[in-house]
């Protein structure tokens, strides 16, 4: 016999399933409607929930999650930022830096001043260095 889920526990995992496929394809055309068919809500109840749930909003989740990406490639790889900018799923180049220096605080070619990663472990830099929601600095 099947274990008994409340309703919110099948909505949080309806949500969940959402969540992951954005982390999955973050750099493919992703939209609310289609995130809302995947968790089986209306778009405008799917932001709703999303938002109550996660904090944040779905785009600017997704935002955040193609930014993180970015970070990585910007320290790790010599590759341009304009193509950085179209890989991780951003189709304008000043959409990207705006919403890049809006989550880092800084432009994407500052950014790379920094140089290389760390020779640490990658989920403690990636953990380190990854972009807070809630406008704190990386690290913190």
Not at 30 to 40: E, K, Q
Not at 81 to 108: A, K, N, Y
């Amino acid at each position: 016999m099947p274990p008994v889920t409340t309703g919110t526990e099948d909505a949080n995992r309806r949500l969940l399933r959402a969540r992951d496929a954005m982390d999955r394809a973050y750099a493919e055309d992703l939209d609310v409607p289609g995130l809302a068919r995947i968790a089986h809500v209306s778009p405008a109840h799917f932001i709703r929930t999303f938002r109550a749930t996660f904090g944040e909003t779905p785009n600017r989740y997704l935002q955040r999650r193609r930014v993180e990406r970015a970070m990585f490639l910007l320290r790790s790889t010599d590759r341009s930022v304009t193509d950085i900018c179209m890989d991780v799923g951003f189709s304008s180049l000043g959409t990207f830096s705006r919403v890049f220096r809006d989550i880092v605080g800084e432009p994407p070619s500052v950014y790379r001043q920094r140089g290389p990663l760390p020779p640490v472990p990658t989920c403690f830099a990636m953990r380190w260095a990854r972009p807070s929601s809630f406008g704190e600095a990386p690290g913190e």
